[in-house]
T-cell receptor
Framework: DTAVSQTPKYLVTQMGNDKSIKCEQN?????MYWYKQDSKKFLKIMFS???????INETVPNRFSPKSPDKAHLNLHINSLELGDSAVYFC???????????FGSGTRLTVV | EDQVTQSPEALRLQEGESSSLNCSYT??????LFWYRQDPGKGPEFLFT???AGEEKEKERLKATLTKKESFLHITAPKPEDSATYLC???????????FGAGTRLAVHP
């Protein structure tokens, strides 16, 4: 069983579209995260949720909106996609903040 | 500002040639120093957590060490399957988040 699963794995879309990426973890972890990895492979945190509550919201455009229906799921919705949004987006989870994170396999978003 | 810097950016080794990767950090209230391995097209895979200066952890050919300013990942007699990007991350207690370095791309050739 996959511990942290993201869908879709690849997403190609046109500028201006709205898209969502889904994430689910079956580890029983309380905290979930979204990270963005740019073309230089640099991982930067976007959001962190603990038990469905938003903990960290970095300086991310408000076109990005996370939603956590329960502590096992953290979805990412992106409105009005721009070329600069092209990147790999990783979902992760941890038992507590400060513990080792378990990452999903990533969603490669390409905006054309 | 909290920061994690890794060096070198890329490292090419012959099989069996031991070396070390460096991770220097400046974070407020370090609550853990993490090492991850990332293979192409995959998510980072957790390797180690170090919590205090002087701590060491080992796993197969890898050994991680921690001082008050930096961490090292020592690779002893590497094999081609050790080729990957190794990421270092520091958990900032001040900002309550995990801050990643840019990684070291390791290539081990037979």
């Amino acid at each position: 069983d996959t511990a942290v699963s993201q869908t879709p794995k690849y997403l190609v879309t046109q500028m201006g579209n709205d898209k969502s990426i889904k994430c689910e973890q079956n580890l029983g972890h309380d905290t979930m995260y979204w990270y963005k990895q740019d073309s230089k492979k640099f991982l930067k945190i976007m959001f962190s949720y603990n038990n469905k509550e938003l903990i960290i919201n970095e300086t991310v455009p408000n076109r990005f909106s996370p939603k956590s229906p329960d502590k096992a799921h953290l979805n990412l919705h992106i409105n009005s996609l721009e070329l600069g949004d092209s990147a790999v987006y990783f979902c992760a989870s941890s038992r507590e903040q400060g513990d080792g994170y378990t990452f999903g396999s990533g969603t490669r978003l390409t905006v054309v | 500002e909290d920061q994690v810097t890794q060096s070198p950016e890329a490292l090419r080794l012959q099989e069996g040639e031991s070396s070390s990767l460096n991770c220097s950090y400046t974070v407020s209230g370090l609550r853990g120093l993490f090492w991850y391995r990332q293979d192409p097209g995959k998510g980072p895979e957790f390797l180690f957590t170090l919590y205090s200066a002087g701590e060491e952890k080992e796993k197969e050919r890898l050994k991680a060490t921690l001082t008050k300013k930096e961490s090292f990942l020592h690779i002893t007699a590497p094999k081609p399957e050790d080729s990957a990007t190794y990421l270092c991350a520091a958990f900032s207690g001040g900002y309550n988040k995990l801050i990643f370095g840019a990684g070291t791309r390791l290539a081990v050739h037979p």
